[in-house]
């Protein structure tokens, strides 16, 4: 059986190297037999060891697939089957970080042009998302930051970008994956807090003033 798994990873690495080397060259063409064939053995070779081996993943790259190891579709990707021959190199090559952050307190600082200063948001990270403190509407908000960090920017009528919900969830769930430190997660508020300000000061003067 030992024979079998390593037999069938020397045979995929070689696969996978020759398609990564196509690509790297800008010649890979699905459209061509030989590499469509290179492709189908690669994904044949990989499941066949996920049987033999029973591999553990990051939970990202689970999630990225949208299927299970067990899945025929899985490994339909140069990353996956990466992350199989590095756990047979290492069974904890794939191993998740600790996350670091769970029930840490931070702040975000949001400047309002009503006020002409910053606010200082209390906003701690627990396991289900963000808990907003300290000021007129708070409590319990999902990952994004939703309800209550943007019921609070719509009362003090801040302008903010449209995209910040993304990138705060974006935020929450790095810092679970690649097991961000206390500093690494309040530097990257520090810059979704400045990402705000340079909107809310760039707001229209004028007329438009007495719209918001």
Not at 73 to 100: G, Q, R, S, V
């Amino acid at each position: 059986m030992t024979e079998d798994k390593n037999k069938l990873k020397i045979e995929l690495e070689e696969t996978l190297s020759k398609i990564k080397e196509l690509i790297a060259n800008q010649e890979w063409d699905m459209r061509d037999k030989s590499h469509k064939s290179f492709w189908e053995k690669m994904v044949k070779d990989a499941n066949k060891l996920n049987t033999l081996v029973n591999p553990t993943h990051h939970k990202y790259m689970i999630k990225n697939r949208g299927c299970k190891p067990d899945s025929p579709k899985f490994y339909n990707h140069i990353h996956p089957i990466e992350d199989l021959l590095a756990f047979m190199d290492n069974p904890k090559a794939n191993d998740d970080p600790e996350d670091k952050t769970i029930d840490h307190e931070f702040e975000l600082k949001i400047y309002t042009r009503r006020w002409g200063h910053d606010d200082t948001y209390h906003i701690k990270r627990i396991s289900s998302g963000w808990i907003i403190g300290n000021i007129s509407i708070s409590g319990n908000c999902d990952k994004s930051g939703k309800p209550f960090l943007f019921e609070n920017l719509r009362h003090d009528s801040i302008n903010y970008p449209e995209e910040l919900p993304e990138y705060l969830e974006w935020l929450w769930e790095q810092a679970a994956e690649q097991g961000m430190g206390h500093e690494q997660v309040q530097d990257s508020l520090n810059q979704l807090g400045s990402w705000i300000a340079t909107c809310e000061k760039s707001s229209p003067e004028g007329i438009w003033e007495a719209y918001k």
